[in-house]
């Protein structure tokens, strides 16, 4: 890297600067410069008017961190404010948010590669996948069974209706297996049959847990390092793992859960068994390097965990219900894009990527109002690059 070159990474605080011309630099401050000031266009409710500064201190979001993605590349990563409201420690680009819901895509792709190695087929009857526990299907499975398509796309007839509150870190942990069967230890009910499987989409935390024991049972190995081995360390995604509670050395650049007035709620978090289905930690340099590889495999260019035919089935919605097999797929504005957005006691963020032109977006934040930072923000990013989903963020903004 030149000198000239690197005065301009010196000079903007936290950015990602990856060796690149000069004007691509500039035009990355430059972005950055836009997204953060007050827009000509207002927004939702004139948010607009504010700066990403001034609507983080209006909604009580202690910390945001974003990366955006432009021609399959990281374009820029910057964090801003305070990781943790009792210590002070300000929010870096390798600081670790959970992911929340974002778990499930990531943990879908583990699935992804158990189907490549031969394991089982997506369309395998999960009760000959599940060693350690049986799903009790009833009279809904008469005719087709639940199977790992069905679990991962929120179309498998369950019926759980819950997501995941998380324990406190000193509360005792159910396993997998109690969560599913509502035990005491457990905070959420039990998983059930509710309809037949391909009848309608309803979104099913519960399945994504039945879809983690079977993994786990197939591979013979806990879910956290299967994932670790299988999808993050080949990605490149260093600063991120399924492991619950964190570790004491990741824990040392985490961020704390805040209320909707960004106030710590007591515990630094919670704590996340149901691994696949909330239990990411993670930062959004992390999920970008996903987005990409993700965009990378769909061109044939890339197959460092799924192949090319392999990734389609993540950008290709199962025929009920907007949800491909991890991702939810949607039109905005005239692009086709894969998504997911997560929301955990005291976490909130969204990632959003093009299916074909090479750009996105990561946002994560440390506050129970962070979604409507975070809206704000994807549409500045939207507006600022120029995505072919703007007509639709006019009208009514992003929204997972």
């Given at each position: 890297m030149d000198k000239l070159n690197l005065v301009v990474c010196v000079g903007v605080s936290l950015l990602l600067c990856l060796e690149t011309p000069l004007e691509a630099q500039i035009s990355a401050v430059s972005a950055q410069a836009a997204i953060e000031q007050t827009q000509t266009q207002p927004g939702e409710d004139g948010l607009g008017t504010r700066t990403v500064?001034?609507?983080?201190?209006?909604?009580?979001?202690?910390?945001?961190?974003?990366?955006?993605?432009?021609?399959?590349?990281?374009?820029w990563a910057k964090a801003y404010g305070v990781a943790d409201v009792e210590t002070g420690q300000?929010?870096?680009?390798?600081?670790?948010?959970?992911?929340?819901?974002?778990?499930?895509?990531?943990?879908?792709?583990?699935?992804?590669?158990?189907?490549?190695?031969?394991?089982?087929?997506?369309d395998d009857d999960i009760n000959g996948i599940l060693q350690s526990w049986t799903l009790d299907g009833k009279e809904f499975t008469q005719d087709q069974p639940v199977t790992p398509r069905t679990l991962t796309s929120h179309t498998s007839g369950l019926g759980d209706g819950f997501g995941f509150p998380g324990y406190d870190p000193e509360q005792p942990l159910p396993t997998i297996v109690q969560i599913l069967?509502?035990?005491?230890?457990?905070?959420?009910?039990?998983?059930?049959?509710?309809?037949?499987?391909?009848?309608?989409?309803?979104?099913?935390?519960?399945?994504?847990?039945?879809m983690e024991l079977a993994l786990s049972d197939v591979r013979g190995r806990p879910f956290v390092d299967l994932m670790q081995?299988?999808?993050?360390?080949?990605?490149?995604?260093?600063?991120?793992?399924?492991?619950?509670?964190?570790?004491?050395?990741?824990?040392?650049?985490?961020?704390?859960?805040?209320?909707?007035?960004?106030?710590?709620?007591?515990?630094?978090?919670?704590?996340?068994?149901?691994?696949?289905?909330?239990?990411?930690?993670?930062?959004?340099t992390d999920l970008a390097r996903l987005i990409?590889?993700?965009?990378?495999?769909?061109?044939?260019?890339?197959?460092?965990?799924?192949?090319?035919?392999?990734?389609?089935?993540?950008?290709?919605?199962?025929?009920?219900?907007?949800?491909?097999?991890?991702?939810?797929?949607?039109?905005?504005?005239?692009?086709?894009?894969?998504?997911?957005?997560?929301?955990?006691?005291?976490?909130?963020?969204?990632?959003?990527?093009?299916?074909?032109?090479?750009y996105g977006l990561v946002v994560m934040t440390n506050a129970d109002q962070g979604s409507t930072v975070i809206n704000e923000i994807s549409r500045r990013i939207q507006y600022t690059y120029n995505w072919d989903s703007v007509a639709s963020a006019v009208e009514r903004g992003y929204r997972r």
């Open positions: 500064t001034e609507l983080m201190e209006e909604f009580g979001v202690p910390g945001v961190s974003i990366a955006v993605i432009k021609d399959f590349k990281i374009h300000l929010v870096d680009i390798e600081t670790m948010f959970q992911a929340a819901s974002i778990s499930k895509p990531v943990a879908a792709m583990g699935v992804l590669r158990a189907v490549q190695d031969g394991l089982f087929s997506l069967e509502g035990h005491e230890l457990s905070n959420v009910g039990r998983v059930f049959m509710e309809r037949e499987p391909m009848t309608f989409y309803e979104y099913s935390g519960g399945g994504v847990t039945v081995d299988g999808v993050l360390t080949p990605i490149g995604m260093t600063r991120s793992s399924y492991a619950q509670p964190i570790s004491p050395q990741h824990n040392n650049n985490a961020a704390r859960a805040h209320d909707n007035n960004g106030e710590s709620r007591g515990p630094k978090w919670h704590v996340y068994p149901e691994h696949a289905a909330a239990g990411l930690w993670t930062t959004p990409i590889e993700v965009q990378r495999s769909a061109r044939g260019e890339s197959n460092r965990v799924l192949s090319q035919s392999m990734i389609q089935e993540m950008l290709s919605p199962v025929g009920v219900g907007p949800f491909a097999v991890g991702f939810t797929m949607s039109k905005i504005g005239e692009g086709w894009y894969f998504s997911h957005g997560g929301s955990n006691w005291g976490f909130r963020a969204l990632m959003l990527a093009h299916k074909v032109k090479g």
